[in-house]
Each structure stands twice: as C-alpha cells, then as structure tokens.
C-alpha cells in the first residue's frame, strides 16, 4: 500500500474485522482508537520525520560509549528480573527466552540466508524428544543432553537439508512445510518410542550431581545464559566473511557462486547451525516442562518464530530478540481480552507488515535500503 | 596459452547454440568475442565459467582441463566474470560487494567467525583493505558505504569489475561492459580495461560497441549462429566478408 491512503484505509479495515465480534459500537470504538492512532502516526512521519524515525532507534546509529551503556544496564536488568517477578511471570518469560534462541536460530537460515523455512519446530522436537527419552531411559544428565539435543538435531538438519537445498523459494518451503508435519505425525504414532499422543512424562529436570537446578529461577539463568551465547554468536556470524557470503547467496546466487561461494555448502552449513540450535532448545523446553508431547510441535509453532523474525527484523540480532519477546509477552499481556488477543496479534502483525515492512529494529542493511 | 578452446559445442535439446569453437587466448590479451545476437557468446561464456556444462570439446586453462567444473572452483582457478545484466548485491554496501568477491582467497571458517581469533581478524582487515584498494582502481572512492543498488548504472557496471577482479583473477571475463553506455562513459571503460591488462589480467571481453572492440583489443573471434567465423587481429578481421556477411547479410548476387 502506498502513500497516505494507508493511514486511511487501515483503521477502517481493523474496525470491520472486529465487527463480528463486537457488535456495532465495539467496532466504532475500534475504529476511534485506530483512526486517532494512524492519525498520530501520520502527524509524526510526515511533520516531523526527524522525531518520528529515532522513536524507534536505531542501534547503528548510536556511539560506542550508549551501545556499551545500554547493554550494562541490559545485563544487570535481566539478571535482577527474577527478583521482581512472580512465579507464572517468570514462567511466561523463561517461554519467550526459549522463543528468542529459536528465533536467533531460525534468523540464521531465513534472514541471513534467505531460505524460507516452515518446519523450522521439527528441530526442536528432535531435541526435545532426544533428551525425553535419554533421560528417562537412561538418566542423561542436563548439561550433556544439551550438546546431544544440538547435535541429533542438526544432524537431522543434514538428512533433510543434503537432498533438498538445491530446491529454491516457495519449493524449498513446501518441503520443510512437509517434514515438519511428517515429524509431528511420526511423534504422534511411534507408540513404542515416543508414547504416542500421551508423549513422556517424568523427564529430569537440571541439576549438577545433587544440586537441582529445575526452579522457575534456575531456569531463567540457564535460558538467559544461552540467550547471551546465541546473541554474541550469531551476531558474529553476521560480521564474518561467512555471514557476508550468506547475505550475498541471498541477493544473487548465481553472482555468489561466481565470486567463488559454494552456495550448496554454505546452505547445508546454515540449515545444520539453524537445526543445532533448534535442538538445543528443545531439550532445555522437555527440562522445562518435564513432559513432551507432539501437540507442543504444530505448525502454529513453526510460523509463530517466523512471524518472530520477521516482524523483529531479518537479520537484525536485537531486532529478533525484541520481536520474540513482544510476541510472547504481549499475547500474555492481552490474556483478558480472551479470544480477541489473536485477533489483536493478526492486526498488530498486518499493521507492522503495512507501517514498517523492515521489522521493529531493522538491520544496519535493511535500515539503508529504506531509508534512503 | 592461457586458455585453450577445443572444439567445444553446446545443444539445448535440438538446438545447437555452439558447434565446434576452437581458439586460443595468449597472456596479456584483450581478446573480442563479437558476432550478431544469438551467436552463442554469452553460451560460450556460460560453458566456460560452469554455469552450463559442454556437450562436447574441451577448456584447458594454465594447463589443466577445467571443462564442466562447477562455477566456485572455476572463480578459484582464477577466471573472473561479470553478467551482461547486471548482478550486484543489491542490499549490500558497495564496499561489501567487493569484500564478498575475496571469498575464494580468504579462508576463515565457522570458528574463526565465531571465536574471532587474531587470524580471522588480521584476515578481515586485509579484505577490507584489498577491497577499499580496488574500489580505488574502478574510481569508486566515495560511496563505499552506499547501497549498490542505489549507485547509478554506469558505476555498478564497474563495481561489478572490481567485484570479478577481488577473485584474483588471471583471467577476467567481461560480458557487454560498455552496454547502456554513452560514447564518454564507454572510452573511460576502454581505459580502465587497458589498466586491468597493465595489472597482468588478461581479458576476454564479449562487447558490441565496434569502437570499443576494435580500439583496444589484441584479437578478435567473430561468431555467428554458434560457430566461429574467424578469429585473428581486428584489422584483419573487420575486412573480412565473412564477418560483414554476418552483421550486414549477403551482398545481392548482381
């Protein structure tokens, strides 16, 4: 959509969504509030564009001493949160934790090298039932299963990602769309091995010898450890000659193969860190939980870390991290709106696709290509 | 020989787009590959740097066959290429675009990315400075941090060729530099190309522009319908009545 028409026709659009739910005069109130938003967004972006850009920072744009700043107070804010939150607060943030490594993983294959991927969740079943059924079987310690989950994972990674990573865009999709259903389908009926629709139950929660490490508290730290990890990683990554020919394989394959870049390597590369890290997680979820079940590995799940990436920012490592917190934290915040939170959430991810298509921090790239 | 042309023919199906081209490019060469269009010279080129495999004939290249090898390896052995429509990494900076062409002389992996040991960092600075320094060749100092797509077309016809020749090229190959350019634009190009062959490259340069090919290339292959015509110096070649035949057709029987 474009120029000024957006402003107008956007609240409009919200309000006849809603109708059906909220009957006439809900709907106008949808429309009031929408209208006096897209009327304030407007005012900004147009009057005062040099206002209205910083609103969203840009961390580019900030000098070494802010970055080193805001990150002490980042650090010190996370480690003091458990203090101030209450048990079903912490849980629900341990959850978004999990949900910002996944997202940090996912971003590798679908920001940095443009490989849409839909069945990203069957990585993190693999680790999930991995560890499931090691520690019931055979009381696999935490902290070991952790390397185990990553590795089953990716080696999964490489079972699908050798035979099909010559597939390209929306076929590319499909097939990924296809192995995760086959690997929920597959959790739900391998009775034997994996309990079937009642899934495992009793897994080992975290501990060192004696110590456990299974609080809501204990889990947070490991989390927030791991969320630390995948964030000084990947964002290395990103400024390596690695990332650099990821990127360049995402603009123009057939120009990167020329310059030298095995592009079918550096796929396989790619797909195998993206499905490591998935099964990283998804044996710190079965730890969490202490049961595993294929309802927790839907398609929903797959598109809800997309959806993360995409609306934080492709590629963007702060972007990602914010956009799986707002994605998680927010639909929790909007629990008493009951059945209309989902409907919030669409029109918050439509509203962002419209008004800020680049993603809530955008990548120093992405920042470039639309703001010039 | 630097590279040696044998024979090589390409069918798509029934259609043969080469059949039988055979020459040979010295060292030191600016050497011309022109003919009408549809003649085969961007097949040839395709057939060389591995995007398409032979039907039959063979590369040498500094004395090793590299016919069929995939087209890394062929950027590795030291053939460079630039596309006749122009492909950058358009979302990425100028600078950038450079830096990716050292990716097949520059060797840090996964755990030099991730550790970013002192190797991994001495290695990027170097290709960052390889890279400012042919930005510098091209005459593209200035919009380093730019977006490439947003350059203007004549400099992302030479960004591209400081992109092709951050590969350490011995041999670069130009796929219609000068289209789209005008008459000044194209004499900077036939300088700058003159400047890459004072650099040792050789170059092998497909262009339509008669001006530009007979100004400043050693020799010339003419092609036309997928066969080679003739190939020798330009003066010899633009006399030729095969060669006027096959851009102008056949002089009316009297």
């Not at chain 1, 209205?52 to 805001?70: D, I, N, Q, V, Y």
């Not at chain 1, 499909?174 to 929920?184: H, Y």
């Not at chain 2, 290339?217 to 009545?241: N, Y």
Request: some cysteine.
């Amino acid at each position: 959509m474009s120029g000024r028409l957006k402003y107008l026709i956007w609240p409009l659009w919200i309000a006849v969504l809603v109708w059906p739910f909220t009957k006439l005069r809900g709907a106008l109130i949808v429309l009031a509030a929408a209208a006096a938003g897209s009327a304030l967004l407007f005012v900004l972006r147009s009057w005062a564009p040099r206002i209205a850009l910083p609103a969203m920072p840009r961390l580019a744009s900030f000098s070494g001493h802010t970055k080193t700043g805001l990150l002490i107070a980042l650090v010190l804010f996370s480690l003091a949160l458990p203090l101030c939150l209450n048990k079903y607060f912490l849980d629900v943030v341990v959850t978004a934790g999990i949900y910002v490594v996944l997202a940090l993983g996912l971003n590798i294959i679908v920001g940095l090298a443009g490989l849409l991927v839909l069945g990203y969740i069957a990585f993190y079943a693999v680790g999930a039932y991995g560890y499931a059924i090691l520690s019931t079987h055979f009381h696999l310690n935490f902290f070991w299963a952790l390397p185990i989950g990553a590795l089953l994972a990716l080696l999964a990674g490489l079972l699908l990602g050798l035979p099909t990573l010559r597939l390209r865009g929306d076929y590319l999709a499909i097939v990924t769309l296809g192995f995760g259903e086959i690997m929920r389908i597959v959790l739900n009926n391998w009775d034997g091995l994996t309990g079937g629709p009642n899934g495992i139950m009793h897994i080992g929660r975290p501990a060192i010898g004696a110590l456990a490490l299974g609080r809501p508290t204990h889990l947070y730290y490991i989390v927030l450890a791991l969320i630390a990890l995948a964030a000084l990683l990947t964002s290395r990554l990103n400024r390596s000659r690695l990332g650099r020919a990821l990127v360049a394989m995402r603009e123009d394959e057939t120009a990167a193969r020329a310059c030298g870049i095995d592009t079918t390597r550096l796929k396989v590369l790619a797909f195998c860190l993206s499905a490591a890290v998935a099964g990283l997680m998804g044996v710190v979820f079965a730890a969490k939980m202490s049961f595993v079940s294929p309802e927790s590995f839907t398609f929903w799940e797959s598109v809800m870390v997309l959806c993360m990436v995409v609306l934080g920012g492709m590629a963007s490592v702060p972007g990602v991290i914010l956009g799986a917190l707002a994605l998680i934290v927010l639909p929790e915040a909007f629990r008493g709106l009951q059945h209309y939170r989902m409907l919030v959430f669409g029109a918050a991810m439509i509203a962002m696709m419209i008004f800020r298509p680049q993603g809530l921090l955008p990548s120093r790239r992405r920042t470039l290509e639309l703001g010039e | 020989m630097l590279l040696t042309i044998e024979r090589i023919a390409k069918n798509f199906g029934g259609l043969a787009a080469l059949s039988d081209i055979s020459f040979g490019i010295e060292p030191g060469q600016i050497f011309g590959l022109i003919g009408p269009n549809g003649a085969g010279k961007t097949t040839l080129f395709n057939c060389l740097t591995g995007v398409y495999k032979p039907s039959a004939g063979r590369f040498t290249f500094e004395d090793a066959d590299i016919t069929g090898i995939s087209e890394p390896k062929v950027a590795q052995r030291g053939i460079a290429r630039t596309f006749q429509n122009i492909r950058l990494f358009k979302e990425m900076t100028v600078l950038e675009n450079v830096m990716v062409g050292r990716h097949c002389r520059t060797a840090s992996r996964l755990w030099g990315a991730i550790t970013r040991n002192r190797k991994t960092r001495d290695e990027e600075r170097e290709i960052r400075t390889k890279a400012a320094e042919l930005l510098a060749f091209v005459e593209l100092s200035g919009p380093e941090d730019h977006l490439a797509k947003n350059l203007p077309y004549g400099h992302q016809r030479r960004l591209e060729i400081a992109r092709a020749l951050a590969t350490e090229p011995s041999l670069l190959c130009l796929d219609e530099p000068a289209a789209g350019m005008n008459p000044q634009e194209a004499g900077e190009l036939m300088a700058m190309i003159r400047r890459i062959r004072d650099r040792g490259v050789t170059v092998l340069l497909i262009e339509h522009h008669m001006r530009v090919v007979m100004g400043i290339c050693d020799r010339v292959a003419v092609l036309d319908g997928g066969r080679l015509v003739t190939a020798g110096p330009p003066d010899d070649v633009r006399g030729d009545p095969r060669v006027i035949e096959a851009y102008l057709g056949k002089a009316p029987a009297c």
